[in-house]
């Protein structure tokens, strides 16, 4: 079974940049596309980056240029770098498989933009 932790959340101004960390327990981990996902109030939950485990990634439009997602399959982390943040990212973000596994979802990190 495995577990995600994530961690690395905060409030920021905008403008501002954080690091999210998500740590996986399990010998499986190197294997499998990981991504972030977010959820705002009153949204969807919605996929934001993906890296595949040979370290292909893909962006979601509305943060292409901002984020980079990065992977440490010797530390079963992975990162979600987050530059130039703006108050519409701010949303509780997780990390999971892409596509998503059920069990797999953990309590996120919340991430508040806010002057």
């Known amino acids: 079974q495995v577990q995600l932790v994530e961690s690395g959340g905060g409030l920021v101004q905008p403008g501002g940049s954080l690091r999210l960390s998500c740590a996986a327990s399990?010998?499986?981990?190197?294997?499998?596309?990981m991504g972030w996902y977010r959820q705002a109030p009153g949204k969807q939950r919605e996929l934001v980056a993906a890296?595949?485990?040979?370290?292909?990634?893909n962006y979601a439009d509305s943060v292409k240029g901002r984020f980079t997602i990065s992977r440490d399959n010797a530390k079963n982390t992975v990162y979600l770098q987050m530059n130039s943040l703006k108050p519409e990212d701010t949303a509780v973000y997780y990390c999971n498989r892409v596509p998503p596994v059920y069990n797999y979802w953990g309590q996120g990190t919340q991430v508040t933009v806010s002057s």
């Open positions: 399990g010998s499986r981990f190197s294997i499998g596309a």
């Open positions: 890296i595949t485990s040979g370290g292909s990634t």
